[in-house]
């Protein structure tokens, strides 16, 4: 049998990331992941980092390749009625946002834990948690046919939303809350330079738009699309045709168009669990909360619990006292709720929810607000940039 302190599920970036802070800090951790390492080292998902995720990275020894490589940006535009307006981040906050994609962070977090010699285990299947309510859980899992045993002090649930940490929590120790959207994102990554320096996001009666990027030659474009909605039925042409209705004009002129390498659907979900520890297990990032995109909040968020999480571990080991680790729960749902509100404010802004025009009518009349209050739109910009990080 295996033995460690923290036994993490899932190689993700909460997992990756926890992994590495934990270890720097002389904390014993495995990581069991049930895919390969290409396979993670290649998920396309978020782009846009937070200050506080940026410094936590830097902190973490894995920000060399982020500093040098990401684009920092200090605004974004809304897009709606035909026009855009700017959102100045930097002048209404100070601060800024820095384009780096999921995939880059991932593998700079993969490399790192290759050097420190992390105990990293991949295509682990099967894995099932044991014990969570006493003082000695267990991680059983199965590779390579053969099932396999790691006993540890606790339990980091970081295996996202469809993983088997959350669900092996009795369901009436649990809460939940849920809020499903009646749309998805189809978004395609394509290797053109963007349409524009900064991202937009754009609100048309046809629906939601977002013109990302990953690079100043590789961009990254969403369109809401309904829920049922099959990729097949989406050729390149069709996606960039839809795409430049839905943006202003402007903006619309200077997308340049190219083949999709890749093309994705992914559906979007307000959700969130109470509380994130369970006796000795932790839920962490997409495993205990999910947010929509819009607000480019997901991996934000995990990186925020990891923060969380670590120095709660650390500040254990070190002195043996729980009270940091009993926090955790409630230090980090307060931050993940006002990312939710957050959210599912600017989701229900931007995207088209029904054919009532009354919707459409208070959407524009809110934008239009959002241009002309200082009030509103530096709430907006704080959000976006990330609210401080609270002391206790
Ligand atoms: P995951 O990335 O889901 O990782 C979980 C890991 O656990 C996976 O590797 C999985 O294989 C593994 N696993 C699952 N089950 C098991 C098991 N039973 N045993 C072992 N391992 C298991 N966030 C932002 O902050 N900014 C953005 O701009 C942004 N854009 C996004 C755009 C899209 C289209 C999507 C879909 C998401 C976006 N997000 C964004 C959200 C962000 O990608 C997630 O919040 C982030 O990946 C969460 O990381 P995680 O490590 O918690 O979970
Ligand atoms: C992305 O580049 O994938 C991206 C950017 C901003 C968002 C969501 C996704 O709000």
Same mark, same amino acid.
């Given at each position: 049998?295996?033995? !460690?302190?923290?036994?993490? #599920?899932? /190689? ?5 990331? =926890? *992994?590495?802070? %934990?270890?720097?800090? @002389? ?25 506080? !995720?940026?410094?936590?990275? #830097?902190? /973490? ?5 982020? =500093? *040098?490589?990401? %684009?920092?940006?200090? @605004? ?43 105990? %990293? ?272």
């Amino acid at each position: 049998m295996l033995r !460690t302190q923290v036994a993490i #599920v899932g /190689a993700g970036p909460s997992g990756l990331l =926890l *992994s590495q802070l %934990l270890q720097l800090h @002389g904390v014993d951790n495995i990581v069991l992941e049930r895919q390969t390492s290409d396979y993670v080292a290649s998920r396309i998902r978020a782009g846009v980092l937070e200050s506080g !995720t940026v410094d936590l990275l #830097v902190k /973490a020894d894995v920000g060399a390749r982020m =500093l *040098s490589e990401r %684009l920092v940006h200090e @605004g974004f535009a809304l897009g709606f009625a035909g026009r855009d307006f700017r959102v100045d981040l930097k002048r209404l906050t100070g601060d800024v946002v820095s384009v780096y994609g999921q995939t880059e962070v991932t593998k700079d977090l993969l490399a790192a834990r290759v050097v420190a010699k992390g105990h %990293l285990i991949f295509e682990a299947t099967q894995v099932a948690l044991e014990g969570l309510d006493g003082a000695h859980p267990t991680v059983r899992y199965t590779q390579g046919g053969k099932t396999r045993e790691i006993a540890c002090d606790f339990v980091a649930g970081c295996d996202g939303y469809h993983g088997v940490c959350r669900q092996s929590v009795p369901a009436a120790a649990l809460q939940t809350f849920e809020r499903i959207y009646p749309f998805g994102w189809l978004g395609i990554l394509a290797d053109v330079p963007p349409a524009a320096h900064e991202l937009v996001y754009s609100n048309h009666e046809r629906g939601f738009a977002l013109c990302s990027m990953r690079s100043t030659t590789r961009s990254r474009y969403y369109v809401q699309c309904g829920l049922d909605e099959k990729l097949e039925a989406w050729p390149d042409s069709r996606f960039w045709d839809e795409l430049r209705m839905r943006l202003p004009a402007a903006v619309a002129e200077t997308v340049v168009t190219g083949p999709s390498i890749e093309k994705s659907i992914a559906p979007l979900r307000s959700f969130v669990v109470e509380p994130l520890k369970v006796g000795r297990l932790f839920l962490v990032g997409d495993a205990a909360h999910i947010v929509p995109p819009t607000g480019a909040k997901g991996l934000n968020l995990a990186a925020a619990d990891v923060r969380v999480l670590y120095h709660a571990l650390v500040e254990h080991y070190r002195t043996g006292s729980t009270e940091f680790i009993d926090r955790y729960s409630e230090r980090a749902l307060r931050r993940i709720w006002k990312a939710v509100r957050f959210s599912w404010w600017f989701t229900s802004l931007m995207h088209k929810f029904s054919d009532d025009p009354f919707n459409h009518r208070l959407q524009l009349a809110e934008l239009d607000y959002l241009t002309k209050s200082k009030a509103a739109v530096t709430s907006l910009a704080e959000n976006y940039v990330g609210l401080p990080f609270e002391r206790s």
